[in-house]
């Protein structure tokens, strides 16, 4: 018995670690892409190894991030208690995770497609220069918004083999969205970024103009999801109505930071993403099924 619950004490510590649970923001996005491209149900063979390979990148991408990020967070009082740095996870065992999850990403990719194998490498890549990127440049939440922003187009290929605009419409939205909400995270980091010597947008123009640039991504991610809707005869009325249902839960998001109070901020993160992205593909399923 206590075996079993160390067991399941250390799983939940690995998917913390890799906080599993925002897969939430970009595998709906992805999904959508995946019916979107079949217009209807693609085969079941087809989204299982969507979601595997989603998993695999996205585990290895936060696994690299951990790694190359553990002196920072030892550092940062946001961050010190995390598996790493609090000695909960060992380094040798989180590269493992990192080198296992990627493998899992390739072969899932592998399962997809000729196409989807190619790419593979490359995104890879991307993934894991997002964790460098704050070294070097302010520009990191745009990284993040691209590696997110490939989960639409990445699911279209698996189904189709083959690009189109309208997935790489749907990664720009996801893109803005996530780059805006990151921004937004960012805030909680300002002072520390400036104390380490880390490149951030925040920590470069200050809170007051970085909330204006999220709203600012934010209108861009309604417009690039107004393009789908146009884009798409799969999408029908129900999808547009629900971009005002997005576009008030975006304002709401905002209106619960200010320059001056930021306490409401894992809120405005975790919790109202979570029903956007939720929201969105809900209602796509139901509009390319009804049709």
Same mark, same amino acid.
């Given at each position: 018995?206590?075996?079993?619950?160390?067991?399941?004490?250390?799983?939940?510590? !690995?998917?913390?670690?890799?906080?599993?649970?925002?897969?939430? *923001?970009?595998?709906? *996005?992805? @999904?959508?892409?995946?019916?979107?491209?079949?217009?209807?149900?693609?085969?079941?063979?087809?989204?299982?190894?969507?979601?595997?390979?989603?998993?695999?990148?996205?585990?290895?991408?936060?696994?690299?991030? #951990?790694?190359?990020?553990?002196? !920072?967070?030892?550092?940062?009082?946001?961050?010190?208690? #995390?598996?790493?740095?609090?000695?909960?996870?060992?380094?040798?065992?989180?590269?493992?995770?990192?080198?296992?999850?990627?493998?899992?990403?390739?072969?899932?990719? $592998?399962?997809?497609?000729?196409?989807?194998?190619?790419?593979?490498?490359?995104?890879?890549?991307?993934?894991?220069?997002?964790?460098?990127?704050? #070294?070097?440049?302010?520009?990191?939440?745009?990284?993040?918004?691209?590696?997110?922003?490939?989960?639409?187009?990445?699911?279209?290929?698996?189904?189709?083999?083959?690009?189109?605009?309208?997935? @790489?419409?749907?990664?720009?939205?996801?893109?803005?969205?996530?780059?805006?909400?990151? /921004?937004?995270?960012?805030?909680?980091?300002?002072? *520390?970024?400036?104390?380490?010597?880390?490149?951030?947008?925040?920590?470069?123009?200050?809170?007051? +103009?970085?909330?204006?640039? $999220? #709203?600012?991504?934010?209108?861009?991610?309604?417009?690039?999801?107004?393009?789908?809707?146009?884009?798409?005869?799969?999408?029908?009325?129900?999808?547009?109505? +629900?971009? *005002?249902?997005?576009?008030? /839960?975006?304002?709401?998001?905002?209106?619960?930071?200010?320059?001056?109070?930021?306490?409401?901020?894992?809120?405005? !993160?975790?919790?109202?993403?979570?029903?956007?992205?939720?929201?969105? !593909?809900?209602?796509?399923? /139901?509009?390319?099924? +009804?049709?």
């Amino acid at each position: 018995m206590q075996n079993q619950e160390n067991l399941q004490q250390r799983i939940r510590t !690995f998917l913390e670690m890799v906080k599993f649970s925002h897969t939430i *923001f970009a595998l709906p *996005f992805a @999904l959508m892409a995946a019916l979107l491209a079949a217009d209807g149900m693609p085969s079941l063979w087809k989204i299982f190894w969507i979601i595997i390979a989603m998993a695999g990148a996205r585990t290895g991408a936060m696994g690299a991030n #951990r790694l190359l990020d553990a002196k !920072f967070d030892a550092r940062n009082p946001r961050t010190k208690e #995390r598996a790493l740095p609090a000695g909960l996870i060992e380094t040798k065992q989180a590269l493992g995770l990192t080198v296992v999850s990627y493998l899992i990403f390739i072969f899932a990719a $592998a399962m997809l497609n000729s196409f989807c194998l190619h790419l593979a490498p490359y995104i890879i890549m991307i993934l894991t220069a997002y964790s460098l990127a704050k #070294r070097y440049t302010n520009y990191t939440h745009y990284i993040l918004g691209l590696c997110l922003g490939l989960a639409p187009v990445g699911a279209w290929i698996a189904v189709t083999g083959s690009l189109a605009l309208t997935p @790489l419409v749907l990664g720009f939205a996801v893109g803005c969205w996530v780059c805006g909400f990151d /921004l937004l995270y960012s805030l909680q980091d300002i002072e *520390f970024d400036k104390a380490e010597g880390l490149h951030s947008i925040p920590a470069s123009i200050g809170i007051e +103009a970085t909330l204006t640039l $999220a #709203r600012k991504l934010h209108l861009g991610m309604l417009g690039a999801l107004f393009l789908v809707w146009l884009f798409s005869a799969s999408l029908g009325w129900f999808f547009l109505l +629900a971009l *005002f249902a997005v576009a008030a /839960l975006l304002h709401y998001e905002h209106e619960l930071l200010s320059p001056t109070d930021l306490s409401k901020i894992d809120t405005a !993160f975790f919790t109202i993403n979570g029903y956007i992205s939720i929201t969105i !593909f809900v209602v796509a399923a /139901l509009d390319i099924w +009804a049709g």
